[in-house]
């Protein structure tokens, strides 16, 4: 069965650092896009960043921060988030698409606080 696993999530203070990762089991890891998203309390869950093939993407507000990339050998997708600010705070989900099923991880909570 599909699985992912999202981790590395925590407390930061503005200006910080966390990269998040999502290890995938259960089908060809490397065929499919993945991406992030992440949602707010009283919000809702947003595109983050997407990795299809050598191709990436990200939200107007996280470009220049975050960055997307995936290691194929270890089925796993990482988002490398720099200069964090309070807004960034939330559950991060990751998400794959395969054929035409959409899948997700159980999210884990970024908390930017001073």
């Known amino acids: 069965q599909v699985q992912l696993v999202e981790s590395g999530g925590g407390l930061v203070q503005p200006g910080g650092s966390l990269r998040l990762s999502c290890a995938a089991s259960g089908f060809t890891f490397s065929r499919y896009a993945m991406s992030w998203y992440r949602q707010a309390p009283g919000k809702e869950r947003e595109l983050v960043a997407a990795i299809i093939g050598g191709i990436t993407s990200y939200a107007d507000s996280v470009k220049g921060r975050f960055t997307i990339s995936r290691d194929n050998g270890l089925n796993t997708v990482y988002l490398q988030m720099n200069s964090l600010k309070l807004e960034d705070t939330a559950v991060y989900y990751c998400?794959?698409?395969?054929?035409?099923?959409?899948?997700w991880g159980q999210g884990t909570q970024v908390t930017v606080s001073s």
């Open positions: 998400n794959a698409v395969i054929l035409t099923a959409r899948f």
